[in-house]
């Protein structure tokens, strides 16, 4: 079952179980989706989905961040729910150990000795975790490693 059969399932279910944060955060997705297709004139691919649910997440992340600086409780417990629903249609990330090995190899593939070839080795890397890694983590732990 493809993703947007899936979500098109969970949506009913949300409708039938009344719950109204799965439901919104699923039309929200849905919404993205549908603009995305609009804009490439065509259907959207699983990978493409993931994609966009990746930048969705992040994007909730920030604003979890925002109310919290701001103090305002009750919209990142909001933020938290829809980050909660999105992360459930998204791969299983790679945990930092993990993402640790693969660096250490591509750093071993393209040479890279300094923090210079931080490209390079974000090349490398980015392919392996794509949409199973935050590419803000693996910067930090490609730099890290570099540095190190």
């Known amino acids: 079952m ?11 279910e949300a409708m ?11 039309r929200m997705i849905n919404s993205l ?5 609009i804009e490439k ?3 959207l691919t699983d990978d ?6 990746m930048k969705y997440a992040k994007q909730r992340r920030e604003s979890i961040e925002m109310y919290e600086k701001g103090g305002r409780q009750d919209l990142v417990e909001k933020e938290k729910a ?23 190899k591509a750093i071993e593939e393209t040479g890279a000795s ?18 199973r890694a935050d590419g803000s983590v693996v910067n930090r732990i490609v730099r890290e490693m570099l540095e190190g």
């Open 16 to 26: 039938k179980s009344k719950d109204k944060v799965k439901l919104s955060t699923i």
């Open 48 to 53: 493409e989905i993931v994609q966009l649910l």
């Open 114 to 131: 300094s923090v210079k070839d931080l490209g390079k080795v974000m090349k490398a890397v980015m392919p392996r975790v794509k949409g």
């Open 82 to 104: 829809e980050l909660a629903v999105v992360e459930s249609y998204l791969p299983k990330q790679l945990s930092e150990d993990e993402l640790k090995e693969i660096v250490k």
């Open 33 to 37: 989706i549908k603009n995305s297709e």
């Open 41 to 43: 004139r065509g259907e």
């Open 2 to 12: 493809g993703l947007k059969e899936r979500l098109r399932e969970d949506m009913k």
